[in-house]
Every structure is written in structure tokens, then in C-alpha cells.
């Protein structure tokens, strides 16, 4: 439903021309996110600062219209849609590095940077941020920060919340609040925690600190193949039965080897039922052997071959193979469904029954990621 007209006159002398769209043609676009829901909102605003922001909010407020934050909208959630109509205050102008400060590892930046390009600029200085979506390439901190969230590298590393130690944010009556800080161990309730993972449900987000790590001395990745998930899934359990962690470990089975290797060429084997990609790192006087003890791991479980990158470069093209998945995809169907779900290791293998079951019963073809 359109907003009255004088609320839209009002909503449109609160920021600078180019700043706020009502026509429909504009909304349209913001419909979506990466999942199924759906809404077209009454209106999208583009703030450049947070005190743009508050303006905003305190609109909202007097006018009791919803408002719903958005990034880069590759969420499955739902977050970033207007699903009962409201005003999307898309983040986008918001995308500066404010600070990376080397000597106590953290990062201050605006919501819309895009994650892979504060990894990019965290390395240069011998440091990086562990959360690594998928949708790295193209998602947002401050969508990773609403969404909390993961990534291959939780394993060892955790989600976005283990790096979220301050936060600029509006609260629902426009007040601008700072919550933590610069320290790890901020001497207050943690209200970051409280804020990561909300959604856009608790405040809005104008500036986030996160903590970065070192880069790990050294890192090596692992390709293994198997006959059956059954037995990949067998070989993660027996890695984590015996301490041993690594950076990441992922599945692929055979369905989305086929449909990326033709797309990402990384040498995936496509006759493989199942793969697993694990990085372990670690100071070199210690990795090669935290590979072989990994490695005989594997075979022990049903790897019948096992590759070890031997260059960044070969590391660098398996990964980017994981993680072009929903671009390969896209390829084959222009529509198609990405979720997310979480189910006990030990049920792996029912589970991929039961839904393989289900979409051979509506001609449907599926891949899986773990």
C-alpha cells in the first residue's frame, strides 16, 4: 500500500535529492532477498551517515511506519524484506573503512562494506576476519553482523558474533547509542551480543568494530574423495572424535560437483560421490604433520584419493569452486532455492534420503553443501 501523500512529501524532504525512491519501478527492485520471501516496500531510503540515519528513524517513529535495514540482500532469511510494506533503509552509501589498526587488531567500518574487501585490506597488514560466507564476494558486514553470521572458517574460528566487540547503532526512537568499544573485553553488559544476529529488530546499524585475527603462518588444503557422503560424513565425525581442528571442513556431494566444476574449472573430480575441503593451518613445524594425522583420518574412513594443494593459487581455486556454487547454479535455472539447514551429523545420511525422496517425487534437482 502507498504511503498518504503527505507523509511521502514529508519522507522525501528529509534527505538530499537521489537519496529517497517511492515510484515503483524503484521499490520493485527491492522485493527480495536471496531466499522466497517477498514484499515491495513503500519506499527506499539511501542514507550516507549515521545522523542521516537517526533522521530517518525518527520519522518512522512519529509516523509508526516499520523500517527494514538492508545490504547487500544475499540473505535466506527474509531480513531484508519488506514483508508488510515499511521503508528499507538500504545501507549501500555507507561503505567506507574508517580504521584498521594493526597493533590492537581491530577494524571500525561503515555496514555496507563488503566483506571480501575488508579481508582483502586486513591482509595487507598481516591480518584478516575470519567470518566467510559464501556469499563473501557480494554480502555486507553489517548484513553479516544482523545475520551473525558463519562461514567455512567457524569451524575452528566461530561466527560473527565471536568478532563483534563495539557498535554504533539508532535505536527505534533515533537516539545514536555506542555499545562495547575498542577493547576484546569490554567492562559492560554485552549488548553486541544482544545486537548481533537481531536483524534489524533492535536497532539499526551505522558503524561496526570488529576483531581481527593474525594470519596463520602456514595453510594447506585438503581435496578428498569419496564413494558415498556416508563416508565423508564419517571421516568429519572421526576427525572431531580425536581433537584434531581445522580451519574448515566441507562437504560437497556429487549433484553440485557436476554442476560447478564446469563453471569455476578448479579440477573437482565429477565421478566422485562426495569431497571434502579442509584447510588446516598452523606453524610449519607442526602443519605437516597435523595433515598426515588428518589425511590418515580420511583414508581410514573410505578417502580413496586425497589431494594437497601445493600452491595458494590451487587452495585459492578449490575454494572459489565452494563458494560459486549459487553462480553455477544460476547458470543451469534462473530459478532456483537456496536454504540453510541444520541437522546432528549422525543423521546425515537420512536426512539426504528423506529430501532426495521428496524432490525425485516433484522432478526436482538438488545439490548439497556442508
Known sequence: MALPEDKLRSLQTLLPRGQVFTDRASLISYEVDAGMDRGVPEGVVFPRSAEEVARVVRWAAEHAIPLIARGAGTGLSG?????????????SRMQRILDIDERDRIAVVEPAVINLVLDEQAKTKGLYFPPDPASQRASTIGGNVAENSGGPHCFKYGVTSNYVIGLDVVLADGRRVRVGGRALDYPEYDLCGLL??????????TAITARLVRNPPAVKTLLAVFDSVEQAGKGVSAIIATGLVPATMEMMDQKIIQIVEPFAHAGLPTEAQAILIIDVDGYPAGLDRQVDDVAQLLQAHGARNLRISSS????????????????????????????????????????????????DKYGLRVGYVF
Open 79 to 91: 531480513g531484508a524484506v519488506a514483508e508488510r510494506g515499511g521503508i528499507i533503509v538500504e545501507f
Open 196 to 205: 548481533t544476529g537481531s536483524e534489524g529488530m533492535l536497532a539499526l546499524i
Open 312 to 359: 595458494a593459487e590451487e587452495r585459492n581455486q578449490i575454494w572459489f569452486a565452494r563458494k560459486s556454487a549459487a553462480g553455477a547454479i544460476a547458470r543451469l535455472a534462473p530459478a532456483y532455492y537456496t536454504v540453510d539447514i541444520t541437522v546432528p551429523r549422525s543423521r546425515l545420511t537420512e536426512t539426504l534420503f528423506e529430501v532426495n525422496q521428496v524432490c
